[in-house]
């Protein structure tokens, strides 16, 4: 009944995190773009990333979309480029998929998930996990492109959650993980670099074995 397209969110400035843009900072011996494709592809038929102009990954095997704006318009262009971008696929979804990119902890089977949250063509169905909603990690039909266009043409209001307050949604809500003894919110985001830190030591604390090769690159 219902077909999903996928995009990851990377296009944002990314400004706390110095001069490497977030998609490709590593983590655990993997860039947190190619973490959340690895928990993504599985689970979507078709899979891109939204990217900031001037970042090109010649080598990256997504498609690439960017804003359809020459100024930086938040997050919420990125998942309206997806929209447009989802509809003009064959066969075509019925919704798009969006996570951000600075997830490391993204649970698998989301897409099965959401869609349980599903009640009406025109639903949103957002994650939520323990600390609050992350309403960027949602499931958007097809149908919702023209809303989200008048209301980013309307004025200066770019936030999130100020557009899903006028729209029909529904949240799915997500329980707590335990990593390396640690009680965490699954849709824990990496924001700072002490983020990054403190994602590793939970990381490095599961698989020690694979954490040290990792960092010290592969066997002679």
Same mark, same amino acid.
């Given at each position: 009944?219902?077909? /999903?397209?996928?995009?990851?969110?990377?296009?944002?400035?990314?400004?706390?995190?110095?001069?490497?843009? !977030?998609?490709?900072?590593?983590?655990?011996?993997?860039?947190?773009?190619?973490?959340?494709?690895?928990?993504?592809?599985?689970? *979507?038929?078709?899979?891109?990333?939204?990217?900031?102009?001037?970042?090109?990954?010649?080598?990256?095997?997504?498609?690439?979309?960017?804003?359809?704006?020459?100024?930086?318009?938040?997050?919420?262009?990125?998942?309206?480029?997806?929209?447009?971008?989802?509809?003009?696929?064959?066969?075509?979804?019925?919704?798009?998929?969006?996570?951000? *990119?600075?997830?490391?902890?993204?649970?698998?089977?989301?897409?099965?998930?959401?869609?349980?949250? #599903?009640?009406?063509?025109?639903? #949103?169905?957002?994650?939520?996990?323990?600390?609050?909603?992350?309403?960027?990690?949602?499931?958007?039909?097809?149908?919702?492109?023209?809303?989200?266009?008048? /209301?980013?043409?309307?004025?200066?209001?770019?936030? *999130?959650?100020?557009?899903?307050?006028?729209?029909?949604?529904?949240?799915?809500?997500?329980?707590? #993980?335990? *990593?390396?003894? !640690?009680?965490?919110?699954?849709?824990?985001?990496?924001?700072?670099?002490?983020?990054?830190?403190?994602?590793?030591?939970?990381?490095?604390?599961?698989?020690?074995?694979?954490?040290?090769?990792?960092?010290?690159?592969?066997?002679?």
């Amino acid at each position: 009944m219902y077909s /999903f397209a996928g995009l990851i969110l990377a296009g944002g400035r990314s400004s706390r995190m110095g001069d490497t843009p !977030k998609a490709l900072v590593h983590l655990a011996g993997a860039t947190l773009l190619e973490r959340a494709a690895t928990v993504l592809a599985p689970e *979507v038929g078709d899979l891109a990333v939204n990217l900031p102009p001037g970042l090109d990954l010649p080598e990256l095997a997504l498609p690439v979309i960017r804003d359809e704006t020459p100024t930086f318009e938040g997050p919420l262009a990125g998942v309206l480029a997806g929209l447009r971008r989802a509809s003009a696929l064959s066969p075509r979804p019925t919704h798009l998929l969006t996570v951000p *990119v600075d997830l490391p902890f993204l649970p698998s089977g989301l897409a099965e998930r959401l869609a349980a949250g #599903i009640d009406g063509p025109q639903t #949103i169905v957002v994650a939520e996990g323990p600390t609050g909603r992350a309403p960027l990690c949602a499931l958007w039909p097809l149908s919702v492109a023209p809303q989200l266009a008048a /209301f980013l043409a309307g004025g200066s209001e770019r936030r *999130v959650g100020a557009f899903l307050a006028d729209q029909p949604t529904s949240r799915v809500a997500f329980a707590a #993980i335990v *990593v390396a003894g !640690k009680t965490i919110d699954p849709f824990f985001n990496i924001n700072a670099p002490a983020d990054l830190v403190e994602a590793a030591g939970l990381i490095a604390a599961v698989r020690p074995w694979s954490s040290r090769r990792a960092e010290s690159g592969p066997a002679q």
